[in-house]
């Protein structure tokens, strides 16, 4: 069989697999968020934190639930890693570095989960599964919890309450993250990824010598990296690692848990607004941008012209040989379509073009799907924006299933578009700037700027991948990105509860003749459309710098 054809196979199965898990997957979550019920675990979980799960919020309370638990949870993995030389379980390895331990908090409490070390040779079993773990869970909940809420926003009317944190945050971690995970975690198991509390050992190599290696929950935590989109992995190789990703059932078996939620969750919105077109409408937008992409990475892949790349066949550099071009290209765009840092191959040694694509599906603000929860609330706003186009093409005030966008509505959409891409070019100005970022930078020039642009790209729009041809771990690159990670997470969930609440307290407004149709196919036209122009007039001038150029030249 061809690569290229096994290429396909690969993405019609899963395709097939996601559309088969949507209507169920998607039922399901609009039952748990819509429910007046909490089971009995739950109620012990409000007991013990004193929250009261009845209580209807509005969005400065809302918001004020989610900083309050992020603050927290940074607080409390970043003294886990200061203390980690003193717990049991560390395997012996020391505490880690206070700047490296405030960039791995809020990476993880972002749901970044970018990482700047190596995990079999800093982490021991207590960060893993009693810090990270914990955080891969609960990060992800937030995500879907903001995401429900501005669902919510749109469903009611003549009030600002957008429902109950605290009960969002747990029913989506017990009733929707916990289950799928453990099923994910003994398939994994099933396929050949480790899951043990064993100790360091000695592992003899072919041409002499020993290699060190830990084991760990890995299965465990592989699951719930890929479920919620968060990515950090048990070991530096990361989904490359055979403990990891054993073969090529399991390899596509994770880039479906990557998609799953995110995908399905369109399904969640269309049920809870009373209107399953208008998933519909979201759905078939962000699967034309992901099969588009998938496409085009697949042909710059394999097509991309040099006599190197021809006489092996395309780009095989960076590839981990179990899953070949075709299995490396659909786990690539997978993960930086979502907030997913997980990798299984070497980003730095794709192609200039396909590094332009990886690098151009998070600088869309990964919507296509997205991230478990944020890529829903990101491609509402763009979906809000694409209202306001239209509505100013025609001289008509834009409507939005029901709801005005007026002013204030616009103003909170146009200042979350906005936050992120000001991040990303701020810091990659700055690190550019700085002497001693070309000491960190493994290659000059184009390839070079991109591995810079790139770090603070997935660090920003809480992606957590990286070109891996840049040191990250200094002083520098540790606080900025994790600055960008801390303000690119939870500014623009500020304007989304904001804007929540102002679409909450509207009254419906009824469909006239001059309505836009924002469950046509016309309407996904538009959004696809204002997506990539937004994003393109936001970075072309920083794609043109770095992976244009690299592809021109090559």
């Known amino acids: 069989m061809s690569p290229v054809l096994s290429g396909v196979l690969q993405f019609a199965a899963l395709a097939v697999a996601l559309g088969l898990s949507y209507r169920p997957l998607g039922d399901y979550m609009a039952r748990v968020y819509s429910s007046d019920k909490h089971l009995r675990v739950e109620k012990w979980i409000y007991k013990a934190v004193g929250a009261n799960p009845s209580t209807q919020m509005r969005w400065p309370a809302y918001l004020r639930g989610v900083l309050a638990f992020s603050a927290v949870s940074v607080l409390f993995l970043y003294l886990l890693q200061r203390l980690q030389g003193h717990l049991p379980g560390s395997l012996g390895f020391v505490s880690i570095p206070a700047d490296q331990a405030f960039n791995t908090a809020a990476s993880f409490v972002s749901n970044t989960n970018w990482q700047s070390y190596s995990g079999e040779q800093a982490m021991g079993h207590v960060v893993q599964t009693g810090g990270l773990a914990v955080q891969n869970f609960v990060s992800a909940s937030v995500g879907i919890a903001v995401a429900v809420a501005l669902v919510r926003g749109f469903a009611r009317s003549r009030t600002g309450e957008l429902g109950n944190f605290w009960s969002d945050l747990v029913r989506g971690t017990v ?3 916990l289950p799928i995970a453990v099923i994910g975690a003994l398939v994994l198991v099933a396929c050949g990824a480790i899951q043990n509390f064993a100790g360091i050992h000695s592992v003899g190599q072919f041409m002499g010598g020993s290699q060190q290696w830990n084991g760990g929950a890995v299965a465990s935590q592989e699951a719930i990296k890929e479920l919620g989109t968060n990515g950090g992995g048990y070991f530096n190789a990361n989904s490359a690692h055979p403990f990891e990703n054993p073969n090529g059932f399991s390899n596509l078996f994770e880039i479906f848990l990557i998609l799953v939620i995110p995908f399905a969750l369109t399904r969640t919105f269309g049920k809870m607004v009373g209107s399953v077109k208008q ?8 699967v034309t941008i992901w099969a588009g992409f998938t496409a085009l990475m697949m042909w710059t892949e394999f097509h991309h012209g040099s006599p190197a790349f021809d ?3 395309g780009a095989t550099e960076g590839k981990e040989t179990r899953f070949g071009i075709s299995g490396s290209a659909i786990f690539s765009v997978a993960t930086t379509l979502t907030s997913t840092g997980a990798v299984n191959s070497f980003h730095s040694s794709f192609t200039g073009f396909g590094g332009g694509i990886q690098l151009l599906g998070m600088q869309l603000g990964e919507i296509a799907p997205g991230g478990t929860g944020s890529g829903l609330y990101g491609m509402l706003i763009m ?5 306001f186009i239209a509505g100013l093409m025609v001289g008509r005030t834009p409507e939005y299933l029901g709801k005005k966008i007026g002013t204030r509505e616009i103003k909170f959409a146009a200042c979350y578009i906005l936050i992120t891409p000001a ?3 701020v810091f990659t100005a700055i690190a550019m700037s700085l002497d001693s970022t070309a000491d960190s930078m493994t290659n000059s020039g184009a390839h070079g700027f991109s591995e810079v642009l790139y770090a603070y790209t997935s660090g920003a729009n809480n992606n957590g991948s990286a070109f891996a041809g840049l040191n990250a771990n200094t002083e520098w690159f540790n ?3 994790g600055l960008a ?7 623009p969930m500020v304007f989304v509860l904001a804007l929540a609440g102002s679409l909450a307290e509207q009254k419906p407004i009824p469909e006239t003749a001059g309505t836009l149709r924002t469950n046509k196919p016309l309407f996904t036209g538009l959004l696809v459309g204002t997506i990539l122009i937004v994003t393109g007039l936001t970075y072309f001038p920083a794609l043109a710098l770095g992976p244009l150029a690299e592809g021109l030249a090559s």
């Open 175 to 177: 009733r929707i993250l």
């Open 479 to 481: 606080t900025s990105i």
């Open 485 to 491: 990670m801390l303000l690119g997470r939870f500014v």
């Open 279 to 286: 998933g519909y409408a979201i759905l078939a937008t962000m």
């Open 383 to 387: 979906a809000i924006i694409a209202v």
């Open 311 to 313: 006489l092996a066949g």
């Open 423 to 425: 991040l990303v070019l």
